[in-house]
């Protein structure tokens, strides 16, 4: 099929693709908020471990759906276990029995075989897998378009009210304590925020590739920035920049997966930034 300029603009000016831009940008915002402290707290696996955690509390809702649907709400039913998921993960690692990557690396691997056995079990009930795995993006509703809003404005209300005590959390968390912060209090937060913008970003790329949107653009940020202030406002500018060039990709190259596209134009923005920073040092 030839893609012309024409049907470029037609193809934009379409609900469906509208609709995926306002919720793209949405969680690009919400995402790349919330991977400026995952990553400044060496947790960026965290996402892949709460988004596989996700992939078994879903299966688990439309399971519980398929057998009585008035009680099983897939998302949410996943929402509430990837919450539960981050704050036992955080747990885990305050409690210095286990590393952050090993506990993330239980959580990964007990929500994927959680995913499986209950799937395979109930025999799939309402279960799109490739929904799930990669995202769908071009099928999102306006119900989910609204709840996305709402985990942002309260996530960016909450990161605007903590954000001393947050900051001092992620660089210095024993002078934070000397200074009457209780930092578990934080690390919670942060964990519970994490684990919604998970949730509310698997409709985008899926839970495969959830945790490179809490990466990514914390990481670009951070090659060009000189303090966390400018990191925290420059990471969004980043993410919402991969999530519009992705779904244009996308709409040009129909057979392309948008949350792939998205991925990849994040990672080739972070390249950039790699290189950018590369030749400016060697002068």
Do not use: C
Not at 32 to 48: E, N
Not at 60 to 78: D, E, R
């Amino acid at each position: 099929m030839e893609i012309t300029l024409n049907s470029i603009f037609t193809l934009l000016g379409a609900g469906f693709i509208q609709r995926a831009f306002i919720i793209g940008i949405l969680i690009a915002v919400l995402s790349s908020i919330v991977s400026v402290y995952t990553v400044l707290k060496r947790l960026s696996l965290i996402g892949d471990g709460l988004a596989h955690t996700a992939y078994g509390g879903i299966a688990i809702g439309l399971a519980i759906g398929g057998l009585v649907p008035s009680l099983g709400n897939a998302y949410v039913v996943g929402g509430a276990i990837v919450i539960i998921g981050s704050i036992m993960i955080t747990k885990a690692i305050r409690s210095a029995r286990f590393s952050g990557d090993a506990a993330v690396a239980v959580f990964l691997t007990l929500g994927l075989a959680t995913g499986i056995f209950v799937t395979s079990v109930t025999l799939n009930y309402g279960f799109d897998l490739d929904a799930l795995l990669f995202g769908s993006i071009l099928l999102v509703t306006w119900s989910q378009i609204y709840a996305a809003a709402f985990v942002l404005v309260v996530t960016t209300i909450l990161i605007i009210v903590f954000y001393k005590q947050l900051l001092y959390t992620i660089f210095d968390e024993v002078q934070a304590r000397a200074s009457g912060i209780v930092t578990w209090r934080f690390d919670y937060l942060l964990a519970v925020l994490a684990g919604v913008a998970v949730i509310v970003s698997i409709p985008i790329v899926g839970v495969l590739l959830i945790s490179a949107l809490l990466v990514l653009p914390a990481l670009t940020s951070i090659q060009i920035t000189r303090s966390f202030k400018q990191t925290i406002l420059l990471s969004p500018v980043f993410g919402v920049v991969s999530v519009i060039l992705g779904l244009l990709f996308s709409v040009i190259q129909p057979h392309a997966a948008p949350g792939g596209t998205i991925v990849l134009s994040g990672l080739a923005i972070l390249l950039a930034a790699l290189a950018a920073r590369k030749i400016k040092e060697s002068f």
